[in-house]
């Protein structure tokens, strides 16, 4: 089992993850991931980054959650099954931190990789609609727009000091909907993209404001997208290239 693993295998926590992924054709189907960064961490925190992964394989399984906590000569692993927690340690030994990055990373990569290449499977089965086009073009440019905006200022809160970077990223087989979803929250946009049964591509995005609930609010932009839903989906995947910096460990 994968979680006897996490308590058996001699280097344990991160490294016993990605070899059960590897060598196992169920759990390399991640049906659902969430990436939290610095969701706790504040400015001027001694905390240089914390990072929170979460996998959810199915109702049967308890959710795995890896918590790393980069500090200035130190880092800090915990590894929790549902709400136990199974691992707890603190690393100050280069070469274990510098390996232990690279396991979180390619864990991270892989599976994006791989949502992307199930969104991408179906970018090319598209239907004209010139009643649609209009919409689709707008939304493209708006796209295009908010993306390069946000770009800016994801670039700069990971070359300045003075800002913190944060940002939530969900993926793969929603537990609840069934449906495959990509969704990012980073400064002011909440956005959610939707593969749908017909192969469109359903995009949802708040601009949130502080102190309203999203539920109180109307998305800025919401459709299902046909015709130019590849353009759609290549700003979104530009801007999470633009993260990646900010979402490697």
Not at 100 to 106: K, Q
């Amino acid at each position: 089992m994968l979680f006897d693993l996490f308590k058996k295998h001699p280097f344990a926590r991160l490294e016993s993850f990605y070899i059960a992924h590897n060598h196992n054709e169920t759990l390399a189907k991640y049906p659902w991931m969430a990436l939290a960064i610095n969701q706790r961490t504040i400015s001027d925190s001694v905390l240089t980054k914390e990072l929170v992964l979460n996998s959810h394989f199915s109702k049967e399984t308890p959710p795995v959650s890896f918590q790393l906590a980069e500090m200035e000569k130190a880092m800090a692993q915990h590894v929790f099954q549902g709400k136990e927690k199974i691992y707890s340690g603190i690393m100050k030994n280069d070469l274990e931190m510098k390996n232990t990055r690279v396991l979180f990373n390619n864990i991270l990569d892989v599976f994006i990789e791989k949502e992307i290449k199930t969104f991408t499977s179906a970018m090319n089965i598209s239907e004209f609609s010139p009643r649609q086009l209009d919409a689709e073009d707008k939304a493209v440019e708006w796209v295009r727009v908010s993306f390069e905006m946000l770009t800016k200022a994801v670039l700069e809160s990971l070359t300045n000091p003075e800002y913190l970077f944060q940002t939530f990223f969900f993926a793969g087989e929603n537990p609840k909907t069934k449906m495959h979803e990509m969704r990012l929250i980073c400064f002011n946009l909440d956005m959610t993209f939707l593969l749908l049964e017909d192969k469109n591509l359903r995009v949802i995005i708040y601009n949130v404001r502080p102190g309203e609930k999203l539920v109180d609010q109307k998305p800025v932009l919401s459709g299902d997208y046909s015709f130019r839903k590849r353009e759609i989906f290549d700003q979104f995947i530009n801007l999470l290239s633009a993260l990646s910096k900010g979402m490697h460990a």
